[in-house]
C-alpha cells in the first residue's frame, strides 16, 4: 500500500495509528530499503507497507491512504 502526500497515516508514529485488532504492519518500503516496523517508526511520504489483515481492517486501511 503506497502513502501518498495527502495520506492520514503519512509522518505518523506507527504505535500512533489506530490500526484494527486483526492488521499487522510487517514491512516498510523506503526507496530500495526494506525496514521491519516498531512503534516508534514513522510512516513517510513514498513508503510503500505491506500489511496482513481481514476485509474490515482493509477498508480502514483505505480510507487512511
Known amino acids: ?10 509522518n505518523q508514529q506507527v504505535k500512533n495509528i489506530k490500526w ?3 492488521t499487522l504492519l ?4 523506503r526507496g530500495e530499503h526494506q525496514l ?7 510512516i513517510q511520504v513514498g513508503d510503500t507497507l505491506q ?3 481481514n476485509q474490515a481492517g482493509y477498508q480502514q486501511l483505505q480510507q487512511y491512504l
Open 1 to 10: 500500500m503506497p502513502i501518498f502526500n495527502d495520506s492520514l497515516i503519512a
Open 20 to 22: 484494527t485488532a486483526q
Open 26 to 29: 510487517i514491512n516498510i518500503q
Open 36 to 42: 521491519v516496523p516498531n512503534g516508534d517508526t514513522i
Open 51 to 53: 500489511v496482513s489483515t
